[in-house]
């Protein structure tokens, strides 16, 4: 699919050059943003504020200042960034008319190298979900199949990235949330290392494996924005150190060690998404890279250990939403207690109230041990396991979900949602990279390949992801 | 220990109390089943061998984080901050009746 954007540093060379301008890309996203409306991918442009932005970095060039690394380049944040120019709901009603007094950092960053936000992309409502479905406002579709969910959480960020709305957008990736959609709906999509970019203004969903997902069309992209983003924040005390720089020549195939994932491949992974997984490290081997299996044996209980620590942490994290100082507020309630639980139950979707249920219930005395610290216990007999594949690969490579996007509707057990999470879900328990790469096609669906990278290694894997994507385009 | 969740209506009822949620009573019956599901498969890591194992609690392995304790100067006036409270008085935040 050709697309109407040039590379993120030739648009910003070309602003800065004078070739053409910031209002003339703001524009040309918002219009691509109004004629893909059917997707339902956005929830609210930030169009007032992002075209003065666009005059004010039109400004700078006509002065002869620098405007940027990003000078002029659109792009969408998930709507669980807050962001001056629009409401930021986490796609959910109890936020609905919040307006944010303060920007997230990463956002801040962006704006300061002449990136301009466009739009709110809709999302599972809080991320909690792996479809969209859970938005509480309206689903959106794969743009490749308009019966069929774009993945999630973030599949607002995925759809409007294929779509073309804008050269990249943000989303978040808790446990899949920026791979899985990226999978299912055609694009990059970039984990980081946890802590590599701060979390501050991002609307907390798990602390302790929240992370800042990128969306791009190319790794080349992607990786310019991962670029502009990392880096120790004061405000997110979580916050590591940087590498000198995540841009830069692609690395070499040849050579590399490449385990490949015993577990993800076996019983369970749809055949059609193996069978395009397989012709993907085939062409990886072609070009010199050494792919061998590789079993981590604790891999197939890493969704459970999710499932409890998730929840764990969403139930605390919830629980600023009471109706008092932000927020939806329930109206009739007379007294403090009656107005938390009434505003609770209006404002917070099925899934929101699932997981705070589940949360509390492995946090509640006498379980916890059984539940929570068992579970923590097991996340580091999983880092383990990493650690020893990782002495003797520099890679991990395998599916990022076990199917291809599926229809709208088709999952109803929350269970069984919880299951597309699979594949995706150990890279934010380890903390460990990881990326997306479109890898081909199943019928008019794409299947995207995984490749994971040891913690703080970003520029490694940014850089082998480079090469990998020449080759499976 | 080993646990088998099966949970009961009562326990719902319980577990939304503590987490200040009232449900209605369709997600009652919904909840009890499906919670009793969800808790069946996370229950699969007790069987998991992790003997002389610590739980991991941060996972790149900062410890206490601290910062200067210095006041700084964001910029943000009381009105930006107090613009999503639902209810305001003299600039602060004016809750719902605590004591009956």
Not at chain 1, 84 to 107: C, D, H, R, W
Not at chain 1, 282 to 287: D, E, F, H, R
Not at chain 2, 27 to 42: K, Q, W
Request: glycine share 8%.
């Amino acid at each position: 699919m050709g697309s109407q954007w040039l590379p993120i540093a030739d648009l910003a060379a070309d602003v800065q050059a004078g070739k053409t301008s910031a209002l003339e890309l703001v524009e040309k996203s918002l219009k691509t943003i109004e004629d893909q409306q059917d997707y339902k991918a956005i929830i609210a442009t930030t169009s007032d504020r992002a075209k003065e932005r666009a005059k004010t970095i039109d400004g700078l060039v006509a002065a002869g200042k620098n405007a940027g690394r990003l000078a002029g380049v659109p792009f969408i944040a998930k709507d669980n960034f807050l962001v001056y120019g629009a409401e930021t709901t986490a796609a959910s009603n109890i936020l609905k008319g919040f307006s944010a007094p303060y920007q997230a950092s990463v956002i801040e960053k962006l704006e300061a190298e002449g990136a301009i936000c466009v739009a709110k992309a809709n999302m599972d409502a809080f991320g909690h979900g792996a479809s969209t479905e859970n938005s509480d406002f309206f689903v959106t579709k794969n743009p490749h199949d308009t019966s069929r969910v774009p993945g999630g959480s973030s599949g607002g960020s995925a759809t409007s990235v294929v779509l073309d709305m804008a050269p990249f957008a943000l989303g978040t990736d808790t446990g899949g949330s920026t791979r899985q959609p990226a999978s299912m709906s055609g694009c990059v999509g970039y984990k980081p290392t946890y802590g590599l970019m701060s979390r501050s203004g991002i609307v907390a969903m798990a602390s302790s494996t929240d992370t800042v997902g990128t969306l791009a069309r190319t790794t080349s992209d992607a990786a310019l924005v991962v670029d502009v983003m990392a880096g120790r924040d004061d405000l997110d005390g979580t916050t590591i150190e940087r590498q000198d720089s995540y841009v830069g020549a692609h690395a070499s195939l040849k050579g590399q060690k490449i385990g490949l994932i015993k577990e993800w491949m076996a019983e369970g992974l749809q055949d059609d998404v193996k069978s395009v997984v397989e012709t993907a490290i085939t062409k990886l081997q072609a070009a010199g890279a050494e792919v061998s299996e590789v079993s981590l044996p604790s891999l197939p209980l890493a969704l459970a250990v999710y499932y409890i620590l998730v929840p764990a942490e969403i139930s605390s994290n919830l629980s600023r939403y009471d109706g008092q100082r932000y927020g939806y507020s329930s109206p009739e309630a007379k007294d403090l207690e009656t107005s938390y639980r009434r505003t609770r139950e209006i404002g917070f979707g099925k899934e929101a109230k699932r997981r705070i249920m589940i949360g509390t219930y492995v946090l509640s005395s006498g379980y916890y041990d059984a539940y929570y610290k068992k579970a923590q216990t097991v996340r580091t007999k999983l880092i383990n396991e990493f650690n020893d594949a990782f002495k003797q690969f520099d890679f991990l490579v395998g599916p990022v979900a076990p199917t291809t996007a599926f229809k709208i509707g088709a999952i109803a057990d929350p269970l069984q949602m919880y299951l597309c999470d699979v594949m995706t879900v150990a890279a934010n328990m380890v903390g460990c990279p990881s990326i997306s790469l479109p890898a081909g096609l199943s019928g008019n669906l794409p299947v995207g390949l995984q490749l994971m990278a040891p913690q703080k290694a970003d520029k490694q894997l940014l850089a082998l992801a480079g090469s990998a994507e020449d080759l499976l385009k | 220990m080993l646990i088998m969740a099966k949970l009961k209506r009562d326990d719902i009822l319980k577990l939304a109390q503590l987490a200040r949620l009232d449900l209605d009573e369709d997600e009652i019956t919904e909840f009890t089943s499906e919670l009793s599901a969800i808790l069946g498969y996370v229950e699969q890591l007790q069987n998991a061998d992790t003997t002389g194992l610590k739980p991991t609690n941060q996972v790149t392995g900062l410890l206490s984080v601290t910062r200067d304790d210095e006041m700084r100067d964001y910029g943000y006036e009381p009105k930006d901050l107090l613009k999503n409270v639902p209810t305001v008085k003299d600039d602060l935040i004016k809750v719902k009746r605590i004591i009956g």
